[in-house]
Nanobody
Framework: QLQLVESGGGLVQAGGSLRLSCAAS????????VGWFRQAPGKDREFVGA????????FNADSVKGRFTISRDNAKNTVYLRMNSLKPEDTAVYYC???????????????????WGQGTQVTVSQ
């Protein structure tokens, strides 16, 4: 089993920044690709971005390109989501998830992930 715990959410004004963390325990975290997803009230869960096992490759959803950056530190078993220029429409619960399969096109689908964190709330005010 792999346990994932997100942290770093909170309330921020539009234009501000936050950095979310996803800390893993239980197995070799470097064996997993990691994705970030978010879910706003009344909406489906949405892909935000993903990072390969080594951290050498990332890609983001169009809605966050140029504003959000994913990175990882396998020595610390942690993946980060740096969010800049936040907008009210970024308000959601943010989840990280781990996939045993290699990073690729599959990484944008939440059905392909094996482990999930409990989520952290991000609220962006006007």
């Amino acid at each position: 089993q792999l346990q994932l715990v997100e942290s770093g959410g909170g309330l921020v004004q539009a234009g501000g920044s936050l950095r979310l963390s996803c800390a893993a325990s239980g197995r070799a975290f470097s064996n997993y690709a990691v994705g970030w997803f978010r879910q706003a009230p009344g909406k489906d869960r949405e892909f935000v971005g993903a990072i390969s096992r080594s951290g050498g490759s990332t890609f983001n959803a169009d809605s966050v390109k140029g504003r959000f950056t994913i990175s990882r530190d396998n020595a610390k078993n942690t993946v980060y989501l740096r969010m800049n220029s936040l907008k009210p429409e970024d308000t959601a619960v943010y989840y990280c998830a781990a996939d045993r399969q290699p990073y690729g096109r599959r990484s944008s689908s939440d059905r392909n992930y094996d482990y999930w964190g409990q989520g952290t709330q991000v609220t962006v005010s006007q």
